[in-house]
């Protein structure tokens, strides 16, 4: 990989506070320069890196897209690694960037949930997907796309031993969803008390840096596998390779698999119980040598198998090999077609970027642009056609409407749920339905 360049999308906070509050952009998790951009110059000749989203905040949808282009004619790298976020790149850019010779390389992250409704569509515009998500490869590759499994590993640089002492017995760093809290709620109960950072949590988020001196000061590092969202698969999560590459002690949720990336009790131990996981807790506080023994095998095991480095020689060396070989892939398949129920979600995405840059007075190219894209998308879509409306008021008039818009669609979709309680309990009532009715009328005619 010495030889070969490299251009790196990479996505940190948009940057613009008065975007940023109505949730437009990537509101990234992690450190996107110590997980993705500095190993990668360790290994590439050459490293440009795109902050998309920055940039997209700053000029807008089509000079971001012309920008990246440009930047792909200009440098010619080799691969175009795109760290995938939504709907930021155009299709079209990505078949130019190939039409010019360029590799282009898409890594998803979270496929357990999104590769029917996000990752599978941009098979056709990428040369190699990366999935996280094992069971997807088959997926990709039986719509004729090229895959590889590649979960993003951690960075020995930021994640490392650092000799401090312990001040925690027991912690977790991670968001509070799913059934994260009723867990730490039954080890409490066990006599178990754990210290919980990130977003939810009474500690609340921490920095990169802060996570590594945690995970240092800590005896028992805590891990769980349930993913974001409902009805999916649990993941394999980058906390064990950050925990492990720490010199901490890992205690994690089994998931089916991690074998094939740790030796279970001896580099790491792991639980499939609340009651397991108290029994394991009290059994390695007050076994301070053993727990040592396994926290040092864990460092050990990361250090040479699971370093952000290793992934990236390893993972570009099987990328040129296959495309190297002879294309003996499937015809991409005619279900890539995009479906109307996908187009949404990109229509979606456009429109509240549109709505965002028209609430705060941005110039109305800038707004029109994602207005144009979300119905492209979606031409039935009823929220861009109604913004495009109030696009013809005053500028003055524009941000005023859109916040009594807001507020009418707040309190219908209040009444919707309202009502839908009353009439499960009592749909024998014929003036409630009536009710409802009436009221939903006269807020369409309001709206």
């Known amino acids: 990989m010495k030889d070969n360049s490299i251009l790196l999308i990479s996505a940190t906070k948009c940057g613009v506070p008065a975007l940023e509050k109505h949730r437009l952009g990537y509101d990234p998790l992690m450190d996107m320069d110590s997980v993705f ?16 989203w920055k940039r997209y905040a700053e000029i807008g949808v089509n000079k971001v897209n012309k920008e990246l282009l440009d930047l792909v004619l200009q440098e010619s790298p080799k691969f175009l690694l795109w760290i995938s976020m939504e709907y930021e790149i155009k299709e079209t850019i990505l078949k130019a960037v190939r039409r010019a010779g360029v590799k282009t390389i898409g890594w998803f992250f979270d496929d357990e949930m999104r590769f029917d409704e996000y990752s599978r569509w941009w098979i056709p515009y990428l040369d190699v997907c990366l999935t996280c998500d094992k069971e997807s490869v088959s997926r990709y590759e039986r719509l004729g796309g ?14 490392k031993k650092m000799d401090m002492p312990f001040i925690y017995d027991v912690t977790f760093i991670g968001r509070k969803f799913g059934e994260r809290a009723a867990w730490l709620q039954q080890l ?35 891990n769980f596998v349930q993913s974001y969202g409902k009805n999916t698969r649990p993941q394999i999560k980058g906390r064990f390779f950050e925990v492990c590459l720490s010199g901490g002690f890992l205690l994690s949720e089994y998931i089916l698999g991690i074998e094939e990336f740790f ?11 609340p009651a397991e996981a108290i029994e394991k807790i009290k059994y390695y506080l007050s076994h301070e ?56 979600l990109s229509s979606y995405f456009h429109y509240n970027w549109a709505k965002g840059l028209m609430i705060e007075g941005y110039a109305k190219k800038r707004w029109q642009e994602e207005l144009e894209l979300a119905l492209y998308y979606d031409p039935g879509n009823v929220l861009a056609r109604r913004l495009r409306i109030i696009g013809k008021f005053s500028a003055f008039a524009r941000p005023v409407m859109l916040r009594y818009y807001h507020v009418l669609d707040r309190l219908k979709n209040l009444l919707d749920i309202t009502l839908g309680i009353y009439f499960k309990r009592y749909s024998s009532f014929r003036f409630a339905k009536r009710a409802k009715r009436t009221i939903s009328y006269c807020l369409r005619k309001l709206r």
């Not at 951009?37 to 998309?52: G, L, S």
Request: aromatic fraction near 8%; proline fraction near 3%; glycine fraction near 6%.
């Open 37 to 52: 951009v500095d190993p990668a110059k360790e290994v590439f000749a050459r490293v440009i890196v795109y902050d998309m």
């Open 146 to 159: 090229r895959a590889l499994h590649c979960l993003s590993r951690a960075n020995p640089d930021v994640f």
């Open 188 to 222: 409490a109960e066990g006599g178990i008390k754990t210290q919980a950072f990130g977003s939810g949590w009474p500690n609340g988020f921490v920095s990169t840096a802060e996570m590594v001196r945690i995970y240092n000061q800590s005896r028992i590092n805590l």
């Open 263 to 273: 030796e279970i009790n001896r580099e790491i131990v792991c639980f499939e119980s």
């Open 289 to 344: 040598a053993e727990r040592q023994a396994i926290a040092q095998a864990g460092w050990s095991r990361a250090q040479r198998d699971h370093t952000q480095q290793k992934l990236y020689e390893k993972t570009f060396q099987q990328i040129e090999k296959i495309l190297g070989e002879e294309d003996k892939s499937k015809t991409i398949s005619a279900r890539l077609e995009m479906p109307s129920q996908v187009r949404r």
